[in-house]
């Protein structure tokens, strides 16, 4: 597309990674820092879908991004279970508060 | 600038402003209701990338399932009376650091870099490609994937209820 280049999706894609990246640093509440995961993965898939329309007429790339969205679902939903039993364990989702096997 | 053009950038912008909107706002609720807007501007990210297919795999999955998934949650694990805190940060000043190298790292290495751009792929159905690439080159993936999807109906019902946890002991 005119205009619209390679690198401009590969910035988006860097931006997105940069706050997941901090989401998953600073938060101390389990599901943000599921949310910085997620932030995550969406940018590594903006790359693979970039890559796939620029780098030569392949949809490889298309069909990884899928992978990714399913292991997404995948992780979400066991990462939401073991909040939820964290939170009937600690009565909070603080991830400070499960420090139980520290010591 | 063509119409494709200022459209690209204002979904460019938006998708960035709510994923900003998710690492820094104080409250799970905000970060859910941001976390929905990126995903949408992921989306208009793949139909400008010719990626039909993905772009509505995007919106069904990630924000009819994952975001509500996410938002319930949310809503589980709260008391709503105190919501407003409910997303707090710690050791802002080392993460940005961080965070703030690995950016300039990476952006140093997208401009630099002479990237070789071959045909581009064309505007137009992606789905043919797709299910031909599902059930030829990688279909053993496939299967696994769906292995793994039945694995993970299994464990989630596993840890989340308690007559099970219970009966373990």
Redesign the interface.
């Known amino acids: 597309m005119v205009g619209i280049s390679l690198e401009h999706f590969l910035t988006v894609g860097l931006l997105l990674f940069a706050l997941g990246l901090y989401t998953v640093l600073t938060r101390r509440n389990a599901i943000g820092i599921l949310m910085g995961v997620e932030l995550i993965l969406n940018s590594a898939n903006i790359n693979y879908v970039a890559f796939a329309r620029y780098g030569g007429s392949s949809t490889d790339g298309q069909i990884f991004a899928i992978f990714v969205i399913m292991l997404a679902a995948a992780e979400a939903a066991v990462g939401l279970a073991i909040v939820l039993g964290i939170y009937k364990n600690f009565d909070s989702i603080d991830v400070e508060a499960t420090d139980t096997l520290r010591y | 600038?063509?119409l494709?053009?200022v459209l690209?950038y204002a979904f460019?912008i938006f998708?960035?402003v709510c994923?900003?909107g998710?690492?820094f706002s104080p409250n799970?609720v905000y970060?859910?209701f941001a976390?929905m807007g990126?995903?949408l501007g992921?989306a208009a990210?793949?139909v400008?990338?010719?990626?039909d297919?993905?772009a509505l795999?995007?919106v069904l999955?990630?924000i009819g399932?994952?975001l509500v998934?996410?938002l319930?949650?949310?809503m589980?694990?709260h008391r709503i009376a105190n919501v407003n805190i409910?997303?707090?940060?710690?050791?802002?000043l080392?993460?940005?650091l961080?965070?703030g190298g690995?950016?300039m790292i990476?952006?140093r290495a997208?401009?630099r870099t002479s990237?070789?751009?071959?045909?581009?792929?064309?505007d137009g159905p992606?789905t043919y490609?797709?299910g031909t690439?599902?059930l030829g080159t990688?279909v053993l993936?496939f299967e696994l994937?769906s292995f793994?999807?039945l694995a993970?109906?299994v464990?989630?019902v596993a840890?989340?209820r308690k007559e099970l946890?219970d009966a373990q002991g």
Do not use: D, H, K
């Open positions: 600038m063509s494709a053009v690209f460019a998708t960035v994923a900003a998710v690492a799970v970060s859910a976390l990126t995903l992921v990210m793949y400008f990338l010719a990626a297919f993905l795999a995007q999955v990630y399932g994952i998934l996410m319930f949650a949310v589980l694990t409910s997303n707090r940060s710690v050791g802002r080392p993460a940005l961080v965070v690995i950016t990476m952006g997208i401009y990237w070789v751009v071959g045909t581009e792929l064309p992606s490609a797709i690439g599902f990688y993936p994937a793994v999807l993970v109906l464990g989630a840890i989340s946890r």
